[in-house]
């Protein structure tokens, strides 16, 4: 039996690991750019067919946008994270809203049960880059540290599944808040983030949970839970 076909599938299944790898582990973050193809296969030393081969099938999954004349981006995370974005693109405002809440208050009173003094210190740290993102004026950059405040408290629950789940929503929770902030950052719709960390610090379950509850009806289109 040749060994060519299965040398060539061990290959690309290589190079689409390595890709991912890249993609999950943050070096390449949503919404950037991939190296070109005449790059990538300089860098991983394959034949320019294994790159294209391996693209595609990324792009096929969701992980890659292939823009023609433009370059190939990163779109999501995961293939769960791909599926979801495509799944929940045209969802009503109020059901992402309930689903955020959910999520995050979960999230919250996991963190104030279980979090360190690690965790306390970099939520802390997220929250000063979450205000400066604010008083910069910067659509893109608040929705950013934003979002990646709140995984961060999911995170600090240290429960592996609603974690995994979370941040493979984290398209969607981008899109709805930038959807919701709209073109620029106005002072009366500032929500201060303070009393859910206090809350985590001083491990009151309850006031963490609901301060993290109400953060994603705040904002136009929904008018709270039913």
């Known amino acids: 039996m040749p060994l060519t076909s299965p040398r060539r599938a061990a290959l690309s299944a290589q190079v689409i690991e390595e890709l991912r790898r890249q993609i999950t582990s943050g070096a390449w973050p949503v919404?950037?750019?991939?190296?070109t193809e005449p790059e990538l296969v300089e860098q991983l030393g394959v034949a320019r067919n294994t790159v294209r081969e391996a693209v595609r099938a990324l792009?096929?999954?969701?992980?890659?946008?292939?823009?023609?004349?433009?370059?190939?981006f990163v779109a999501a995370t995961s293939e769960l994270a791909g599926v979801m974005q495509r799944r929940f693109?045209?969802?009503?405002?109020?059901?992402?809203?309930?689903?955020?809440?959910?999520?995050?208050?979960?999230?919250?009173r996991l963190a104030a049960?279980?979090?360190?003094?690690?965790?306390?210190?970099?939520?802390?740290?997220?929250?000063?880059?979450?205000?400066?993102?604010?008083?910069?004026?910067?659509?893109?950059?608040?929705?950013?540290?934003?979002?990646?405040?709140?995984?961060?408290?999911?995170?600090?629950?240290?429960?592996?599944?609603?974690?995994?789940?979370?941040?493979?929503?984290?398209?969607?929770?981008?899109?709805?808040l930038r959807s919701d902030v709209g073109d620029e950052l106005r002072p009366e719709e500032h929500l201060d983030h303070s009393r859910m960390l206090a809350a985590i610090r001083d491990r009151d379950e309850a006031a963490a949970a609901a301060e993290a509850a109400s953060h994603a009806w705040h904002c136009r289109g929904t008018s709270g839970p039913e």
């Open 89 to 108: 693109a045209d969802a009503a405002t109020r059901d992402v809203a309930e689903l955020r809440s959910t999520l995050e208050a979960e999230g919250a």
């Open 59 to 72: 792009a096929h999954n969701g992980l890659l946008d292939i823009r023609q004349g433009a370059g190939t």
């Open 113 to 176: 049960r279980r979090r360190t003094e690690e965790d306390v210190e970099r939520l802390e740290t997220l929250l000063e880059r979450r205000e400066a993102a604010w008083d910069s004026g910067d659509v893109g950059r608040f929705v950013e540290a934003d979002a990646t405040l709140h995984l961060a408290v999911v995170e600090a629950s240290h429960n592996e599944v609603l974690t995994a789940l979370y941040a493979d929503l984290g398209a969607v929770v981008r899109d709805f």
């Open 31 to 35: 919404g950037s750019r991939i190296p």
